[in-house]
C-alpha cells in the first residue's frame, strides 16, 4: 500500500466520532471494569458506522490466509479497519486500560505501521481507557512506524 487512503485529519475525525459515540452509549462499560474486549468489541461497532466501504474486526489473526506475526509470534490487534483479501490497511487499534503496560502495544503499532513491514497500516493509536471518573480514552497515534 502506497497510496495514502486518508489523511490524519480525516481519520481523527471519524474516530474521534465513533469514540464519541462509545462515550455516549457504552461508557459505563469502563465504569463497570469490564473486560477490554467488551469496549473494543463496542468501539468497533461504532468506527463501522464511519468506515462504511472497510472491514472493522476485532482479534482479527490473519494476513491473507497465513497468521498475522511479528518476529515470529502471532498477533491479533484489538481492532482493524481495511479490506479483506487485498493489501488495504488502514488503521491497526491496540487498547489497554490505564495502568497496564503499554510498551509491547506501542511496539505492536510501530511495527504495523513500518513502511518496511508486513502489514503496512497506514495509521496506528493505541486506546488508553481510563477506569476513574470522570471516564475519558486518550489516543495515541502511530504513522510510518513512530508515534506522532
Same mark, same amino acid.
Given at each position: 500500500?502506497? %497510496? ?7 481519520? /481523527? ?5 465513533? $469514540?464519541d ?5 457504552d $461508557?459505563? @462499560?469502563?465504569e @463497570? ?7 473494543t ?5 461504532y468506527? /463501522?458506522n464511519?468506515?462504511?466501504?472497510w472491514?472493522?474486526d476485532?482479534?482479527? &489473526?490473519r ?5 498475522k506475526?511479528q518476529? *515470529? +509470534? ?7 479497519v481495511?479490506?479483506?483479501g487485498?493489501? =488495504?490497511n488502514l488503521l491497526?487499534? =491496540?487498547?489497554?486500560?490505564? *495502568? =497496564?503496560? @503499554?510498551? &509491547?502495544?506501542? +511496539?505492536? @503499532? +510501530? &511495527?504495523?505501521?513500518d513502511v %518496511?513491514?508486513?502489514d503496512e497500516y /497506514?495509521f496506528? $493509536?493505541?486506546l488508553? $481507557?481510563s477506569?476513574k471518573a ?5 489516543? =495515541?497515534w502511530f504513522?510510518?512506524g513512530?508515534?506522532i
Amino acid at each position: 500500500m502506497t %497510496e495514502v487512503l486518508f489523511t490524519l485529519d480525516e481519520i /481523527q475525525q471519524r474516530v474521534i466520532s465513533a $469514540l464519541d459515540d462509545f462515550s455516549e452509549h457504552d $461508557l459505563n @462499560l469502563l465504569e @463497570l471494569y469490564a473486560d477490554e474486549r467488551a469496549a473494543t468489541h463496542r468501539i468497533a461497532c461504532y468506527l /463501522q458506522n464511519y468506515f462504511k466501504d472497510w472491514h472493522v474486526d476485532c482479534e482479527f &489473526n490473519r494476513r491473507g490466509f497465513k497468521p498475522k506475526t511479528q518476529r *515470529g +509470534k502471532k498477533v491479533r490487534p484489538d481492532i482493524i479497519v481495511h479490506k479483506r483479501g487485498i493489501p =488495504e490497511n488502514l488503521l491497526c487499534i =491496540e487498547a489497554k486500560k490505564e *495502568g =497496564e503496560p @503499554l510498551d &509491547n502495544d506501542r +511496539k505492536k @503499532l +510501530k &511495527n504495523f505501521t513500518d513502511v %518496511e513491514g508486513e502489514d503496512e497500516y /497506514q495509521f496506528g $493509536l493505541l486506546l488508553i $481507557l481510563s477506569l476513574k471518573a470522570p471516564y475519558s480514552i486518550h489516543c =495515541e497515534w502511530f504513522r510510518d512506524g513512530n508515534a506522532i
